[in-house]
C-alpha cells in the first residue's frame, strides 16, 4: 500500500465541453466592456486560466480573490499588492458570505472610468456595462453571481461543472453580466499545479485518486502550517515532523480513531477526511502558494 501512494500520478481534466467554453469565451468577448476573473485565494497562481489571456486580449481586467475567508489572509495581502505592482486590480472576496463584494462594482467603474468618459462624450452614458466573468471550476461563480442579483439566478453545487452554457445576468440597473462556465486547460504543463487543482476540487474526484490526494496534500499541510494540522488533529508539537506521507497519514488516522478489524488504520477515510477538511477551511485558513514563490 505505501509503495502503491509514493507514485506520484499524472492529473489531468479537460472534458469536452470545456473546449466549447473556450470558443464561446472568445466569440463573446467582444460583447463585454470588461472581463471578471474569478480566483480561488488559496492557490492564487493555480486557479488562473493560463489561456485566459491570449483569449481576451487586451480588455480591461479585474481579479477576484475568492474564498478568501478560507485563505491565510497575510498571503491574500501580499497578492493583492502582487497584482498591484502589475497594474490589475484584485480583490479578495468570499461569494457565500458577501465579504469584499461592496468593493466590486467601484473598482469595476474605477477601471472603467476611461471608457465612460468616451461614452459620456458621444452621449452613451446610458448604455450599460457589460462584464464577462470567466474561471476555473468550482471557483464560486454561481454563488458570486447570486449575490450580485441577489437571487437564485444562477444555479449553485459546491462540485466542478454545473454551469454549462452561458447566461447574462442583471447585476443592478446598468450592469449585466455574461456568465461562462468554468474552464481549465488542455495540459497542466507543471505537475503540482494539477495537484492544487485536485486539492481544492476544481478537478472532479471522480478522475483523482483521493487516497493518494490527501495523503499529499497532509503533507503539505504539516510542511507549511504545522501547528494548525497539530491542533485539529490533536498530535503532540513535532510529533509528526520526519514522518514519511504515508506514516503521517496513519498517525492522523488513528489520532481520529479510523480504525478498522485487526486495529489497522482506514487510510482512504482518513485521505477523504482531509480533503473535506480542508476545502471547508476547518483546519484554518491556509494558502497553499505565495506571490514570491513567483517573481
Given at each position: 500500500?505505501?509503495?502503491?501512494?509514493?507514485?506520484?500520478?499524472?492529473?489531468?481534466?479537460?472534458?469536452?465541453?470545456?473546449?466549447?467554453?473556450r470558443?464561446?469565451?472568445?466569440e463573446?468577448v467582444?460583447?463585454?466592456?470588461?472581463?471578471?476573473?474569478?480566483?480561488?485565494?488559496?492557490?492564487?497562481?493555480?486557479?488562473?486560466?493560463?489561456?485566459?489571456?491570449?483569449?481576451?486580449?487586451?480588455?480591461?481586467r479585474?481579479?477576484?480573490?475568492?474564498?478568501?475567508?478560507?485563505?491565510?489572509?497575510?498571503t491574500?495581502?501580499?497578492w493583492?499588492?502582487?497584482?498591484?505592482?502589475?497594474?490589475?486590480?484584485?480583490?479578495?472576496?468570499?461569494?457565500?458570505?458577501?465579504?469584499?463584494?461592496?468593493?466590486?462594482?467601484?473598482?469595476?467603474?474605477?477601471?472603467?472610468?476611461?471608457?465612460?468618459?468616451?461614452?459620456?462624450?458621444?452621449?452613451?452614458?446610458?448604455?450599460?456595462?457589460?462584464?464577462?466573468?470567466?474561471?476555473?471550476?468550482?471557483?464560486?461563480?454561481s454563488?458570486?453571481?447570486?449575490?450580485?442579483?441577489?437571487?437564485?439566478?444562477?444555479?449553485?453545487?459546491?462540485?466542478?461543472?454545473?454551469?454549462?452554457?452561458?447566461?447574462?445576468?442583471?447585476?443592478?440597473?446598468?450592469?449585466?453580466?455574461?456568465?461562462?462556465?468554468?474552464?481549465?486547460?488542455?495540459?497542466?504543463?507543471?505537475?503540482?499545479?494539477?495537484?492544487?487543482?485536485?486539492?481544492t476540487?476544481?478537478?472532479?474526484?471522480?478522475?483523482?485518486?483521493?487516497?493518494?490526494?490527501?495523503?499529499?496534500l497532509?503533507?503539505?499541510?504539516?510542511?507549511?502550517y504545522?501547528?494548525m494540522?497539530?491542533?485539529?488533529?490533536?498530535?503532540k508539537?513535532?510529533?509528526?515532523?520526519g514522518?514519511?506521507?504515508f506514516?503521517?497519514?496513519?498517525?492522523?488516522?488513528?489520532?481520529?480513531?479510523?480504525?478498522?478489524?485487526?486495529?489497522?488504520?482506514?487510510?482512504?477515510?482518513a485521505?477523504?477526511?482531509?480533503?473535506?477538511?480542508?476545502?471547508?477551511?476547518?483546519?484554518?485558513?491556509?494558502?497553499?502558494?505565495?506571490?514570491?514563490?513567483?517573481?
Amino acid at each position: 500500500m505505501e509503495e502503491y501512494l509514493q507514485r506520484t500520478p499524472d492529473i489531468q481534466w479537460f472534458p469536452g465541453h470545456m473546449a466549447k467554453t473556450r470558443r464561446m469565451i472568445k466569440e463573446c468577448v467582444g460583447l463585454v466592456d470588461i472581463v471578471v476573473e474569478l480566483t480561488d485565494a488559496r492557490i492564487a497562481h493555480s486557479s488562473r486560466n493560463p489561456e485566459i489571456n491570449s483569449l481576451v486580449g487586451n480588455k480591461p481586467r479585474i481579479i477576484l480573490l475568492n474564498k478568501c475567508d478560507s485563505a491565510d489572509p497575510n498571503t491574500t495581502a501580499r497578492w493583492v499588492e502582487y497584482y498591484k505592482k502589475q497594474g490589475i486590480t484584485a480583490i479578495p472576496t468570499d461569494c457565500k458570505s458577501g465579504k469584499g463584494l461592496g468593493a466590486f462594482l467601484p473598482a469595476v467603474r474605477q477601471v472603467l472610468k476611461p471608457v465612460m468618459e468616451k461614452r459620456a462624450e458621444r452621449g452613451m452614458s446610458s448604455k450599460p456595462i457589460r462584464m464577462m466573468i470567466v474561471g476555473i471550476p468550482n471557483a464560486g461563480k454561481s454563488s458570486l453571481i447570486n449575490r450580485l442579483a441577489g437571487s437564485k439566478r444562477a444555479k449553485v453545487e459546491d462540485r466542478p461543472g454545473v454551469t454549462r452554457g452561458k447566461q447574462w445576468v442583471r447585476i443592478e440597473n446598468g450592469v449585466d453580466l455574461l456568465d461562462m462556465p468554468g474552464v481549465l486547460w488542455p495540459k497542466f504543463e507543471d505537475q503540482r499545479v494539477g495537484e492544487y487543482l485536485a486539492y481544492t476540487g476544481a478537478v472532479k474526484d471522480d478522475v483523482v485518486d483521493t487516497h493518494w490526494l490527501g495523503m499529499r496534500l497532509l503533507s503539505h499541510l504539516y510542511a507549511a502550517y504545522p501547528q494548525m494540522v497539530e491542533k485539529r488533529y490533536k498530535m503532540k508539537p513535532g510529533e509528526g515532523d520526519g514522518l514519511e506521507p504515508f506514516d503521517l497519514l496513519k498517525l492522523v488516522g488513528r489520532k481520529r480513531g479510523m480504525l478498522v478489524s485487526g486495529g489497522e488504520v482506514d487510510t482512504e477515510r482518513a485521505s477523504l477526511t482531509i480533503l473535506d477538511e480542508f476545502r471547508g477551511a476547518v483546519i484554518g485558513r491556509i494558502s497553499l502558494e505565495a506571490p514570491e514563490d513567483f517573481e
